[in-house]
Nanobody, 126 residues
């Protein structure tokens, strides 16, 4: 059974740091990504990483503040978030799929991922 389980959500003060984790099981995934959905907004792309880790993409809104990484031996993917802002408040979703593209646009599309976690809430207080 394919499963993605996020952990690490919580309440963080603005300017602080936080790390999300996602544990994958059931199969090997070529690509991982993090998406988020703020209240009243559509889900949006945050970051993505290829199998090798050599291709990494970020949304402009988090570039320079977030770092995505993966540990293939442990089937884990992480999102390190720094300099958090209240507008980073959202439910964060881990996604995984078979994508092996060289296009950053491809990695930002929800349709590129066929497995999703249940989401974890991150709330940034001002």
């Amino acid at each position: 059974q394919v499963q993605l389980v996020e952990s690490g959500g919580g309440l963080v003060q603005a300017g602080g740091s936080h790390r999300l984790s996602c544990a994958a099981s059931g199969r090997t995934f070529s690509s991982y990504a993090w998406f988020r959905q703020a209240p009243g907004k559509e889900r949006e792309f945050v970051a993505a990483i290829s199998w090798s880790g050599r291709r990494i993409y970020y949304a402009d809104s988090v570039k320079g503040r977030n770092t995505i990484s993966r540990d293939n031996a442990k089937n884990m993917v992480y999102l390190q978030m720094n300099s958090l802002k209240p507008e980073d408040t959202a439910v964060y979703y881990c996604a995984a799929g078979p994508l092996t593209s060289y296009s950053g646009t491809d990695y930002s599309r929800e349709s590129a991922y066929d497995s999703w976690g249940q989401g974890t809430q991150v709330t940034v207080s001002s």
